[in-house]
Nanobody, 117 residues
Framework: QVQLLQSGGGLVQPGGSLKLSCAAS????????VAWYRQAPGNQRELVAR???????TYADSVKGRFTISRDNAKKIVYLQMDSLVSEDTAVYYC???????????WGQGTQVTVSS
């Protein structure tokens, strides 16, 4: 029902910025909670940021103050603005749509973010 296409990953130097996008097709985008996860080699997948269907946001302590999640319901796109990047941010980033009501869960294909000098 829902397909997610991610873009915006790449290589960036420490202290730099990067903006990830996740575009949804199909489904009722505005009704979903949207989140960004990441997984680094040897680590479990962790929640980075989340924005609910009603707007409130939450962030992992490790990215709080540096990352900003936002959504454009009209365009059906969720963004992750990443500033002041550090090497520990290096990971594959995934966007996720989740609905408690519909009990549905969708994942993007993932995109590599590498922070290195």
């Amino acid at each position: 029902q829902v397909q997610l296409l991610q873009s915006g990953g790449g290589l960036v130097q420490p202290g730099g910025s990067l903006k990830l996008s996740c575009a949804a097709s199909g489904g009722i985008f505005a009704g979903y909670h949207v989140a960004w996860y990441r997984q680094a080699p040897g680590n479990q997948r962790e929640l980075v940021a989340r924005i609910s269907s009603t707007g409130p946001t939450t962030y992992a302590d490790s990215v709080k103050g540096r990352f900003t999640i936002s959504r454009d319901n009209a365009k059906k796109i969720v963004y992750l603005q990443m500033d002041s990047l550090v090497s520990e941010d290096t990971a594959v980033y995934y966007c996720n749509l989740n609905s408690d009501i519909w009990k549905s869960n969708y994942w993007g294909q993932g995109t590599q973010v590498t922070v290195s000098s």
